[in-house]
Structures are given as structure tokens and as C-alpha cells.
């Protein structure tokens, strides 16, 4: 059988579960990812006879993306900002959304990533936001916690992977426990649980039968609850200093985010995704046109 068979035959395997397109795009990341090759060597060798060694490593896992796994797990790979990230259950697979934040936050607040800021990052995951903004921004000082310490091991081991230095503890948001970290931050960044639970009969079984709902899902009585938390924190953890604060939020909930920033003494805004729906709250307690004040304080603490 070759490469190009191969995928053909799983893509219409997975058609049941997926429509054409992504039946195929999930069939070609699959042995792209397990063959370890780009997709300039996989135009390059569709016509190849797969050897039996690839075949049988391929066969073994096509009963996981039948069952509706996603890719990314059964690869045990997700690509992020042009990075490789390791996921498991224990962690959300990065998404294009998330990618966006990231140029939103190094677009917004350049001044204060240069100038080496502390950069904290709420509820981590993977790692990927963090390690992200270290690769892009390596002067900054970036810090990340998360509630689930088999999480934590992952991104630890992201960070390493990618060669990117983030100083990572474990945290509940939603606790009044102590803080492990002593710093302040001039940023905070959260793409923390937004999807409700009655939106979960709306999503795909490869998101409500395999990611970690502790990760996703928030009660529909409460559904800012992690960013009221995080807010709070802020007041709690540094009532002298209001960072600039960057959240990815539930399409739904733009207007109550911003009247939520708004009651914390937060200027905010929405920026929209690609397809036009609210996606991302920037807040800050002054424009973001006079964060050089912060910048030259920090450039003159380097130089000393």
C-alpha cells in the first residue's frame, strides 16, 4: 500500500465521524506526524510503498481516530505557532484561537515584552501560551501556573522541548491560598475554562469524549467565574500595579466581560477572530499608547 492509499483509505474511514475535508486533513496529519514528515516530503513520496514496520505502526493506532480520539492524541503531537507541543487527555490541544491571543499580546504590549516584563500566565495547560511568548519574546521573564500538576509535567517538558525558560507552579485560581511566586506582573494572560454546560451537547465527540473538561467547562450559573477569580487575584496578589490583562473568552460573553473588566476599574476591549466573533478581552487601566512610562522603567532596571 502506498502513502497516498493509505491516507485516501483512512480518510473514508473517518468520513462517518468528520466531513471530507477534515476526514483528510486528520488522515494526512496522522501519518505525517507518525512518519515524522513534512508535507513537501509527503508530496514527494504519496506514491511510496509503505514498509510493513510504518504500515503496522499506522494500522495500530487508525482504531483511535475511528473512535473519534483526536489526532493530536493519538500522535501524541500539536502544532502551535509554528511549534511542536506534546499533549495528552491531561491537557486541551492548542487551537488557532489561542495563536491569536498570542499575536495580540506581543502586538499590544511590545514596549512591556521587551523590556523584560513579568509575564504570568493563568491556567496553562499544555504550556503553549507561556512557551510561545518566551520563543517570541525571549527578553521577557515568563511565569505560568496551573491547578493540575500531571498538566504541569507536560509543560514543563513543552518549555524544555521548545528551549524556552518558564518558571512554572502550581496554583488554584479559584482558592485563597498563597500565591507560590513572589513576583509582580505587568502582564496576565488567561485562556482559562469558558465553554458552559449546555454548550456541550453543541460541540463534537472528539471534544466532549476526550479533552479534559477540568479544562474546558464552567457552570452556566457563573460563567465568568475563572475571570472574576483572576481579576480578583490581581487586586489581591499586586493593588499597586494593574497589569495589562489578555483573556480568550467564550463568543457569547463579550459584553458581560467587558462590564465584568469594567467593575474591576479595567478600560477593555473585544478583538474578533476570523470569523468575526468576539474572542479576545484587552484590558488595561490606561491606554495602551503611554505602557513606554513602563517599558523605560524597566530598561533602566536592566541597565542597573
Known amino acids: 500500500m502506498t502513502v497516498s492509499q493509505f491516507i485516501r483509505d483512512l480518510s473514508t474511514q473517518l468520513e462517518r465521524l468528520y466531513d471530507s475535508n477534515e476526514a483528510r486533513s486528520i488522515a494526512t496529519i496522522f501519518v505525517c506526524d507518525e512518519l515524522k514528515l513534512s508535507h513537501t516530503q509527503l508530496l514527494m513520496r504519496k506514491d511510496e510503498e509503505l514498509a510493513a514496520a510504518d504500515l503496522n505502526r499506522l494500522n495500530s493506532k487508525t482504531n483511535r481516530l475511528a473512535n473519534g480520539e483526536p489526532v493530536q492524541y493519538v500522535t501524541g503531537i500539536a502544532s502551535f505557532c509554528g511549534m511542536d507541543f506534546k499533549v495528552d487527555s491531561n ?103 469558558y465553554v458552559t454546560n449546555s454548550e456541550k451537547s453543541m460541540m463534537h465527540k472528539n471534544v466532549t469524549d476526550f479533552e479534559p473538561s477540568l479544562a474546558l467547562y464552567v457552570d452556566d450559573s457563573d460563567p465568568l467565574l475563572f475571570y472574576r477569580s483572576i481579576l480578583m487575584f490581581i487586586e489581591r496578589h499586586q493593588p499597586e500595579h494593574k497589569p495589562l490583562v489578555f483573556f480568550e473568552i467564550n463568543e457569547h460573553l463579550g459584553n458581560k466581560m467587558l462590564e465584568l473588566c469594567q467593575s474591576f476599574s479595567y478600560d477593555a476591549e473585544i478583538i474578533k477572530d476570523l470569523n468575526g466573533k468576539d474572542r479576545i478581552i484587552k484590558a488595561h487601566n490606561r491606554p495602551f499608547d503611554t505602557s513606554t512610562e513602563l517599558s523605560n522603567h524597566r530598561l533602566m532596571e536592566r541597565k542597573n
Open 91 to 193: 491537557v486541551l490541544i492548542p487551537r488557532q484561537e489561542t495563536e491569536m491571543l498570542i499575536e495580540t499580546i506581543c502586538d499590544s504590549s511590545l514596549s512591556v515584552v521587551e523590556a523584560a516584563g513579568n509575564i504570568l500566565d493563568i491556567g496553562t495547560g499544555s504550556g503553549c501560551i507561556p512557551v510561545a511568548i518566551k520563543k517570541t519574546h525571549p527578553e521577557a521573564n515568563v511565569f505560568a501556573v496551573d491547578i493540575s500538576e500531571k498538566a504541569l509535567e507536560i509543560a514543563r517538558q513543552n518549555a524544555n522541548d521548545n528551549h524556552a525558560e518558564v518558571k512554572f507552579a502550581q496554583y488554584d485560581i479559584l482558592s485563597d491560598d498563597k500565591f507560590p511566586l513572589a513576583e509582580k506582573f505587568d502582564i496576565v494572560v488567561s485562556n482559562p475554562p
